[in-house]
């Protein structure tokens, strides 16, 4: 296959002439001659809707911060009964782990709900080590590490430790 271009005699100089003219645009200078950073979106807000469809809608603070919550409690205490009992996750669930387990999940569900309804967000009260990027990041670990747990406790057939 061969792609050719033509370009008529007229049509290039003007091209060229377009070229040699072009500047870039300029950013607006910051302080100390540094360029100002202009934000496309606005910046995140406090407050949320107290709005019980909007705090537990698919972009909204609940569904991923409380899931998050209840897997860095399930992975801690999964850990704890394995390294205290030597039960693998599997045993741990068919022994009375399953009941611990929802009603744990109602409390932390209701407890992270509560703020939520009186319109206060998750970064209301944050500073430079608890902010809520921390908080999401651990509890996407836990996520993964609990089924990380799951799986290699399935392969191996018994408890990780």
């Known amino acids: ?29 910051g302080d100390k001659d540094e360029p100002a950073v202009t934000r496309l979106t606005p910046p995140p807000s406090k407050n949320v809707s107290p709005r019980f469809i909007d705090v537990l809608s698919f972009t909204g603070p609940g569904p991923e911060r409380i899931n998050g919550r209840l897997a860095m409690i399930g992975f801690v205490s999964a850990i704890a009964v394995e390294l205290s009992k030597g039960q693998d996750l599997f045993t741990q669930i068919n022994n009375g782990g399953y009941m611990w387990f929802v009603w744990t999940s109602i409390l932390f569900t209701v407890a992270s709900l509560i703020p939520f309804s009186k319109g206060v967000g998750p970064g209301a009260t944050s500073d430079r080590f608890w902010n809520p990027d921390a908080e999401v990041w651990n509890g996407r670990a836990a996520m993964v590490g609990l089924v990380a747990l799951a799986i290699t406790e399935f392969l191996k057939g018994g408890a990780l430790v």
């Open 1 to 29: 296959m061969e792609v050719r271009c033509k370009i008529v005699e007229d049509d290039s100089d003007n091209i060229v002439s377009q070229i040699k003219q072009f500047k870039p645009p300029t950013l607006p200078k």
